[in-house]
């Protein structure tokens, strides 16, 4: 037993009355960008890595201030 036209139609009318057409067109306009963003990522994986490396911060230590106040509010 195979799956017939009128099946597929019943199925895709009852999709339509639940979900109603605005969530369903948003939706696939989701899945479209996220198909846009993969194939963008995809294209040129190389420069991203160049630029992912020249905005990293080499200064980790930048609240030891706070740390060392924290240290002395417990030991009063």
Known sequence: MSIGFWQI???VVLVVLLF???KISDL???VA???KSFKKGMKDPTQE???TDTNTNTDT???T???TDKDSNLNK
């Open 28 to 30: 696939m306009g989701d």
């Open 33 to 35: 960008k996220g198909i």
């Open 20 to 22: 109603g057409r605005g």
């Open 49 to 51: 890595n160049i630029n």
């Open 61 to 63: 230590n930048t609240n």
């Open 9 to 11: 139609a019943i199925v």
């Open 65 to 67: 201030d706070t740390d």
